[in-house]
């Protein structure tokens, strides 16, 4: 019997298949991914994951390995800078960064859909420190939950989660940030093709989901200060650089990956919200 709280054909149905692909870049032998949490509740959750272990290969596998390294790798640069931090992950899903990154005084909230931290309670537990919250990130009520000063800053995170929302669902969300948490900062991954919406998409219905389709993509990225002046693009970052010198993968499978970074299907975007009277950050930067 299965323990998962929603349908297959439904938006919360999408955190199970990073997290099948953390479980298994961990147990593979030749990968130096490691995601214990991810292991542990693997051999726990009562799920038949055949379609998508069927439709997700290793090259998909590889590619939420990327992106996990990717965002803990930016997480981390930025709660050097401040430490005391506080650090909102949206879409959590089973998804567990505080574990990898946490410095012992960061404060962390895991944010999801009520099904899906119905799902996250079951295996993973709250600490004073680390509190989940079952909203919609588009109810914006949430906002009163989180404590943070902008003097230690705020860092949202959104991994594999902005695209499943149309473009103006996106921009209003933005703003929405920008009016209430002046002088934080957002990470995330953005497809940055129809190409590659479409692929993701294709793979989305062979699992039987098509309520959970790829709508937003980044075709400019001076996007961010045309729909507001206080949203300001920090940096762009190639999607697998994080593990480009090191990955250990079939020669099919780094094909595939050589493709996508030739087409520059995926990327992630690091942005700042401005506060009345803070200056323009510093020129964007872009990775080569």
């Known amino acids: 019997m299965s323990e998962i709280p929603f349908e297959e054909n439904t938006l919360e149905f ?10 298994v870049r961990t147990l593979c032998a030749n990968s130096d991914f490691k995601d214990y949490t991810a292991t542990d509740i693997f051999n726990k959750l009562k799920y038949d994951f055949e379609k998508i272990k069927k439709n997700y290969d290793e090259a998909a596998h590889v590619c939420i390995e990327a992106r996990t390294k990717a965002l803990d790798y930016l997480i981390k640069k930025f709660i050097e800078k401040k430490p005391y931090a506080t650090i909102v992950n949206l879409g ?8 990898r990154v946490d410095n012992g005084k960061v404060k962390w909230y895991d944010l999801d859909l009520p099904d899906a931290i119905e799902l996250r309670r079951k295996f993973i537990r709250e600490t004073d420190r680390n509190r989940f919250i079952a909203k919609s990130m588009f109810d914006y009520d949430w906002f009163n939950e989180i404590e943070y000063t902008p003097e230690k800053g705020i860092l949202f995170v959104a991994s594999g989660v902005l695209m499943y ?3 103006n669902k996106v921009k209003s969300f933005l703003k929405k940030i920008a009016g209430h ?8 991954d953005a497809v940055t093709s129809k190409i590659a919406a479409l692929v993701a998409n294709l793979r989305m219905r ?3 989901n098509s309520k959970a389709m790829v709508k937003w993509y980044i075709k400019n990225s001076k996007i961010f200060s045309l729909w507001d002046k206080r949203i300001v693009l ?9 593990i480009k010198n090191r990955l250990i993968a079939s020669k099919i499978t780094k094909i595939k990956l050589f493709i996508s ?9 690091h942005l700042k919200f401005l506060d009345g009277g803070e200056l323009t950050p510093t020129p964007i930067e872009r990775n080569p």
């Not at 940096?235 to 697998?240: A, H, L, S, T, W």
């Not at 970074?261 to 975007?269: H, R, T, V």
């Open 14 to 23: 999408t955190m199970l298949i990073p997290f099948y692909s953390r479980a």
């Open 92 to 99: 959590a899903g089973l998804d567990t960064p505080f574990n």
């Open 165 to 167: 929302f149309s473009e």
């Open 181 to 188: 948490f002046p002088g934080g900062e957002l990470v995330f």
């Open 206 to 208: 062979k699992c039987g």
């Open 234 to 242: 920090l940096k762009i970052m190639n999607y697998f650089d994080r």
């Open 261 to 269: 970074q030739i087409i520059n299907a995926m990327k992630y975007y």
